[in-house]
């Protein structure tokens, strides 16, 4: 979305570098991911729609969305997907400059 701003991913959940220097997610409960409106919200899900219906078959990110408010595993499931979502959008607007520059 064009009027959003997402800084780098690592604003949105702090990893650390494992020892083959690559990025792990932490699983804390105090990094999440807000959305600013609605419209974000719906554009964060939209980046990770089809991967989570992929990868959790029968399911779909609804169903987490309503279970998160009361199962603390499905609330873990759907922060770790809009921390995914985040990134994603990071990465399309880390692009946007250089595609608009052309």
């Excluded at 009027?3 to 690559?22: F, H, I, L, T």
């Excluded at 999440?32 to 078959?57: G, K, Q, T």
């Excluded at 979502?85 to 692009?95: N, Y």
């Amino acid at each position: 979305m064009l009027g959003m701003k997402y800084p780098d991913a690592g604003a949105w959940r702090q990893g650390q570098k494992s020892e083959n220097g690559e990025t792990e997610m932490l699983s804390n409960a105090y990094y999440y991911v807000h959305p600013a409106n609605e419209a974000e919200r719906a554009y964060l899900e939209s980046l990770i729609r089809e991967d989570f219906e992929r990868c959790h078959p029968g399911e779909m990110l609804q169903d987490v969305k309503r279970r998160a408010s009361f199962s603390k595993e499905d609330k873990g499931l759907l922060r770790d997907w809009m921390a995914v979502a985040a990134r994603r959008a990071a990465a399309d607007q880390a692009k946007l400059p250089s595609a608009l520059a052309a």
